[in-house]
């Protein structure tokens, strides 16, 4: 978990015409990054383009905890996050990484391999919109395990 903190000056307030407040957010990295996101997505919502607005794709070389992104085309958003969230909440899981879904933009967050499978899953997840998705082998994944399933 994480503790969140409005800072603001002696004197000074919010509201219309202010040039907004500061955030702080306290606990583990991982943590900070994810309530982040969260907030960046909720902002986003009220004010679109306050994050996003000449945003594109990036991928960090950092092998260690870092962010990606991921720029979403047409309705791709909307089959990505799926019912209530449970799409992204599933693709979250599966790969280990923070996935966040910010305006039109997926926000990445993890580790180097975190943030290449969950990549990884939401191409696939969108591929399989224009047709079945094959995965030719999983030899030397252990994030997925094979099973046989006989024919009928």
């Given at each position: 978990g994480v503790l969140m903190f409005f800072m603001s000056k002696t004197g000074t307030?919010?509201?219309?015409?202010?040039?907004?407040e500061k955030l702080?957010?306290?606990?583990?990295?991982?943590?900070?990054?994810?309530?982040?996101?969260?907030?960046?997505?909720?902002?986003?919502?009220k004010n679109p383009g306050t994050f996003t607005r000449?945003?594109?794709?990036?991928?960090?070389?950092?092998?260690?905890?870092?962010?990606?992104?991921?720029?979403?085309?047409?309705?791709?958003?909307?089959?990505?996050?799926?019912?209530?969230g449970s799409t992204r909440k599933k693709l979250e899981t599966a790969s280990g990484a923070i996935l966040q879904y910010i305006g039109q933009v997926a926000f990445?967050?993890?580790?180097?391999?975190?943030?290449?499978?969950?990549?990884e899953f939401v191409s696939w997840l969108l591929a399989q919109r224009r047709g079945s998705v094959t995965i030719a082998s999983i030899a030397g994944r252990d994030d997925a395990t094979e099973m046989h399933i006989p024919d009928n």
């Open positions: 307030r919010g509201g219309k015409g202010s040039e907004g702080m957010i306290c606990g583990p990295e991982r943590a900070r990054r994810g309530a982040e996101l969260k907030v960046m997505s909720s902002v986003e919502t000449g945003v594109r794709d990036k991928e960090s070389s950092e092998r260690g905890f870092d962010t990606n992104r991921m720029l979403f085309k047409d309705d791709e958003m909307s089959y990505a996050l799926g019912k209530q990445m967050a993890g580790t180097m391999k975190e943030r290449r499978r969950c990549k």
